[in-house]
């Protein structure tokens, strides 16, 4: 088993207590990563983990500690480099970020192209503004405008943005009760982790691909978990299948690991959340839990559906497990090393509403 042993950097409550205040205040998701970096760097944390942890390369790392260190917290507003005046001004890169993320190439004129690159954003610039700049400069501009080359996500199309703002108004006002009239917020999801889940990028010598062996089978295991929304603690349990008496048992169970105080339980609208048989005992305990449901198909609100991506990327992506005791092994050291530092769990999950 890992064990993770931290030898916290001592004398440094006022870098520490700088960097907190910066992380709270910045808008700015480079900075705050930046300032994230550092934090877990005077916690303890060797730069190979920090790179693991904030999925950065170990000499970026390397980097943001050395020009802290040199020059401090205005050492990590790193710029891509120097270069000539702005050509584009402030209503133009408006205009950009707005055609980046509520359009597609095709939208404004590129047929067939569905996805933006750089090449085709330096073209619209052309073409829009009549201002010709080179490839790097259009990527020093998408830079700086916060604009990054990721892996996009499905949304459910049959989602009512009507109603998730209504659940944002509600889940705001419940915050606000939370040390009053609340006393913990959970998250609750169901999530099959199977013995190979998917296949993901991963470094390796060029040209040539990492081989995954598997058995060809589709076995795995069934969980179904909780996260704290203040705390960060995560809660899981195994079992055979899911049902209405399984969720009653779970909800049992997470009441004795909150003993006291009022909870309230964000979930989706699956049925067995909604069944029968549970509504006796949601009667019997109503005083002490409560549950909220989020909208129609909208996973992505759902916090913990975050959890399940990071274990599979973490433990699962691109791992051949000989069995399925192999794999409840994995997850289960999973959980229990970020229930360690439940600090980065908040920082990764529960920023997002």
């Known amino acids: 088993m890992d064990i993770l042993i931290l030898n916290k950097i001592a004398g440094h409550e006022d870098d520490i207590n700088e960097l907190k205040s910066a992380l709270k205040k910045t808008k700015n998701t480079r900075l705050y990563k930046r300032y994230s970096v550092l934090l877990k760097h005077f916690d303890g944390f060797t730069n190979r983990k ?88 259009i990527a020093y501009v998408l830079h700086r405008l916060n604009l990054s080359y990721t892996r996009p996500t499905y949304v459910l199309a049959k989602a009512d943005k009507e109603k998730q703002e209504i659940f944002k108004s509600d889940f705001k006002a419940l915050k606000k009760c939370l040390n009053g009239l609340v006393d913990t917020i959970l998250f609750e999801d169901e999530s099959m982790i199977r013995d190979y889940q998917a296949i993901q990028k991963s470094w390796f010598i060029r040209g040539q691909q990492r081989k995954i062996p598997t058995f060809g089978k589709n076995a795995g295991v069934k969980l179904m978990g909780i996260l704290d929304y203040e705390t960060g603690n995560v809660y899981c349990e ?30 989706d609208n699956a049925k067995i959340h909604h069944a029968k048989l549970i509504q006796p005992f949601l009667n019997r305990v109503k005083d002490r839990l409560e549950l909220m449901f989020l909208p129609p198909y909208s996973p992505e609100m759902n916090l913990i559906e975050g959890l399940w991506g990071w274990l599979k990327a973490s433990v699962i992506n691109n791992v051949f497990y000989k069995s399925l005791p192999q794999v409840r092994t994995a997850i289960q050291k999973f959980i229990s090393n970020i229930n360690k530092v439940p600090t980065q769990t908040i920082d990764r999950l529960c920023v997002r509403l």
Request: glycine share 8%.
């Open 238 to 267: 195994e079992h055979e299948r899911y049902d209405a008496k399984i969720f009653n048992d779970f909800l049992e169970n997470v009441l004795k690991q909150y003993p006291k105080g009022k909870i309230v339980v964000v979930l």
């Open 50 to 137: 920090i790179a693991e942890m904030e999925n950065l390369e170990e000499h970026t790392v390397s980097t943001y500690i050395k020009n802290y260190k040199s020059k401090g917290i205005d050492g990590l507003n790193i710029g891509h480099g120097g270069g000539a005046q702005k050509k584009i001004n402030s209503l133009q890169e408006k205009l950009i970020v707005e055609t980046i993320t509520t359009k597609t190439p095709e939208d404004v004129g590129f047929e067939s192209k569905m996805n933006w690159t750089i090449e085709l954003v330096r073209q619209w610039v052309i073409k829009e503004f009549n201002i010709n700049m080179s490839h790097r400069g």
